[in-house]
């Protein structure tokens, strides 16, 4: 229940943020789920803002509470957005896509004026990679793509990285949005995430990974009797 409440309260902060007429970019996860509950309780109140949501699951949600929403092909600003993390540095580095939404979330947050991420005290970490490192790739050939996905992660410096599909109903590949598999890498510690980041992307079958690195300007870790905010 600690950890809600420091979601909740994360979430909150985040509000300062938002200000009428803006375009807000809608993450995916458990933290994120609080301030698109909360930001439902200020447009019952009169705020005027639009959202774009980060997955089908937003979506459904932002839907059920009545909070605008408009297509990302049809928007030519987006002002912030306000996404989770599974981890978050010192240096504002992420591990996202716990959730299986990395491919969005990042397209919407690199296309954003400002990202602000919100998380509780147990993702601030001293240093990535004891969370999976998710890496979404396509569903064609994706047992090589795993196979050059481990030499990458090796070449970046990790130590035996252990690599495994995600799987759901009946040991099955999870889809995501966008139609592909995810690879959860158990990398214990990532030495250099932008050098991991950068051999990564340049891998044939991989979509998107998990690294967001020079996305977030703003972090807020909350707490059970608020937040802490850290601007970079």
Do not use: W
């Not at 990532?190 to 891998?203: G, R, T």
């Amino acid at each position: 229940m600690a950890n809600e409440l420091e979601k909740e309260n994360a979430a909150a902060a985040a509000l300062d943020y938002i200000e009428d007429g803006m375009t807000i970019g809608l993450g995916t996860g458990s933290t994120a789920k609080y301030f698109v509950e909360l930001l439902a309780e200020e447009i019952a109140e009169g705020l005027v803002v639009r959202g774009i949501p980060t997955s089908l699951q937003t979506q459904r949600l932002a839907e059920e509470l009545g909070v605008p929403l408009v297509d990302v092909e049809q928007v030519d600003r987006i002002h912030v957005t306000v996404d989770g993390a599974d981890e978050v540095d010192e240096s504002a580095q992420l591990i996202k896509g716990g959730g299986a939404a990395l491919l969005r979330e990042k397209i919407i947050a690199n296309a954003s004026d400002l990202m602000v991420v919100i998380a509780d005290s147990s993702k601030h970490v001293e240093a990535l990679g004891q969370f999976p490192l998710p890496v979404e790739v396509t569903p064609f050939g994706y047992t090589i793509t795993a196979k050059k996905t481990y030499d990458a992660l090796c070449q970046a410096g990790i130590l035996r990285p252990m690599i495994k599909v995600r799987t759901g109903a009946n040991d099955q590949p999870i889809v995501t949005d966008g139609g592909n598999f995810i690879l959860d890498c158990q990398c214990g510690v990532i030495p250099d995430p932008p050098k991991a980041a950068a051999l990564l992307a340049n891998v044939p079958g991989i979509v998107e990974h998990g690294l967001f690195i020079n996305k977030c300007r703003v972090v807020i870790i909350g707490a059970p009797d608020g937040a802490t905010i850290f601007e970079y």
